[in-house]
């Protein structure tokens, strides 16, 4: 299961309740007897927006609760888990790879195990991770929020207009029954 396809799909992992019933659903469809794997990834796009896009853990729409939810889950304790997020990071205005965000993420990760989400430190981890991804958060948002606004417009029902031929038909038609024939 990919933490990013699932939510782009519709699929909330964000709150507890939320991620119980997504849970619950893939149990239903596919059977939790067959995960056998976790592609854990962020997501840069909305819920239900159908963009893979792949943020750090904590810095996109499904954000730190989302995580906590996974790793804490006791019937995926041992499952494989891959980071799939991104790496690159700006510096002195040039992209470079980071590889040393996968080590902090995977240390953070195993830090959710059990902390409490009241807690200062999830907070403040949390602000600090949500205000990291709040750009590209921000960007991709409107991006899919266009998209929507475009795709109404394009499958929008057309309205047929009547033409002046039609018109003279229909009232002839009125008139024809007015007159009894």
């Known amino acids: 299961m990919d933490t990013c396809h699932i939510f782009a799909a519709g699929y909330d992992v964000r709150t507890p309740a939320a991620y119980a019933a997504t849970m619950a659903e893939f149990d239903k469809v596919i059977g939790l007897k067959y995960l056998m794997a976790l592609h854990v990834n962020d997501s840069k796009a909305p819920l239900n927006s159908n963009r893979d896009l792949h943020a750090r853990i904590g810095t996109g729409y499904i954000g730190l609760v989302g995580f906590w939810n996974i790793v804490n889950d006791v019937r995926l304790h041992g499952l494989p888990m891959v980071l799939e997020t991104p790496i ?28 409490d989400v ?27 929020e266009r998209r929507k606004v475009k795709n109404a417009k394009t499958k929008a029902p057309k309205v047929k207009k009547e033409t002046q031929h039609e018109n003279k038909a229909t009232v002839k038609d009125e008139n024809e029954d007015s007159d009894g024939e």
């Not at 990071?89 to 953070?108: N, S």
């Not at 009241?118 to 991804?133: A, I, N, R, T, V």
């Open 88 to 115: 690159d990071t700006v510096v002195d205005g040039k992209k470079v790879e980071d590889k040393g965000i996968w080590a902090r993420e995977i240390k953070l990760l195993e830090k959710l195990v059990g902390m």
């Open 118 to 144: 009241e807690s200062e430190d999830f907070k403040k981890m949390y602000e600090d991770l949500q205000e990291e991804g709040i750009g590209e958060r921000e960007k991709i948002g409107d991006q899919v």
